[in-house]
């Protein structure tokens, strides 16, 4: 059953990216299409997490490719609680998700979980933070990528800046500080989870922790420079996307033996 859901959430996703790139030529039916696509595609992926959470074989999301489908899930819900002016933000959301997924998929995560020998209270604590965070990030560093854009359009005085409505960049500015400030302090509690969790087991601390941790640190420098030096902007939009790109770097990087 799982497997037969994963179609119509991909299938979704990707009108809805495609719907996206329409609507840059010409608003009105493509921008309804896209975030209709979106809307049923999260419904497909939904039913599609809780089949795999009905089942009695194990945590679903414990291994990388679980936690990569549950990820895409996370992104798109968060994408779904923006507001009509930010809708544009599809367009890098949404071929994002659409990807994932098809390499979730690929690596078995959209079918039956795993047993572990981690509890499933811990990896529902430790996987949900992390994940519920870097959702945030990604939001975070789309956001950044749209005020980018903008400005460089703005500065080139292109004359189809006026075609479509977006938010100004001091608007764009502050919803991927605030979008930071929400996420922070979750990476930090999942983080803390994971970190107790090893000196309990006296586990090693392998590369996806360390890569993990110098997420948290890019992130918190993200904060704290726009709080000490007033790095606003375009330089902490850089901070951002340097930010997500190790978040890419560790979803793709996690072995399947790390939750094992």
């Known amino acids: 059953m799982a497997e037969i859901l994963f179609w119509p959430a991909l299938l979704f996703y990707g009108e809805a990216a495609v719907g996206y790139l329409g609507y840059l030529r010409r608003a009105g039916a493509a921008d309804r299409a896209a975030i209709w696509g979106v809307r049923l595609g999260w419904l497909a992926q939904t039913a599609l997490l809780i089949v795999q959470a009905t089942r009695e074989n194990g945590f679903p999301w414990g291994t990388w490719a679980g936690s990569l489908n549950l990820f895409v899930w996370l992104v798109v819900t968060v994408y779904l609680g923006v507001r009509k002016p930010y809708r544009l933000l599809g367009l890098a959301v949404m071929p994002l998700a659409a990807a994932l997924l098809i390499v979730s998929r690929a690596g078995g995560g959209t079918g039956a979980g795993s047993r572990s020998h981690y509890s499933n209270v811990f990896l ?96 918190s420098a993200y904060v704290v420079l726009r709080a000490t ?24 990087a996690i072995p399947a033996a790390h939750f094992s």
Do not use: C, M, N
């Open 124 to 219: 529902a604590l430790h996987v949900g933070l992390v994940l519920a965070a870097f959702a945030g990030f990604t939001l975070a560093a789309a956001v950044s990528a749209f005020y980018l854009w903008q400005e460089r359009r703005l500065k080139r005085r292109e004359v189809t800046i006026l075609r479509r409505r977006a938010p100004s960049l001091a608007t764009l500015d502050r919803l991927a500080s605030r979008t930071v400030l929400f996420s922070l302090p979750a990476l930090t509690l999942g983080l803390a989870v994971g970190l107790v969790r090893l000196l309990v087991d006296h586990d090693r601390i392998d590369a996806v922790v360390v890569a993990t941790l110098a997420t948290w640190v890019v992130w």
């Open 229 to 252: 030096r007033g790095w606003t902007g375009r330089r902490a939009a850089y901070v951002a996307l340097i930010g997500f790109a190790l978040v890419i770097v560790v979803r793709l």
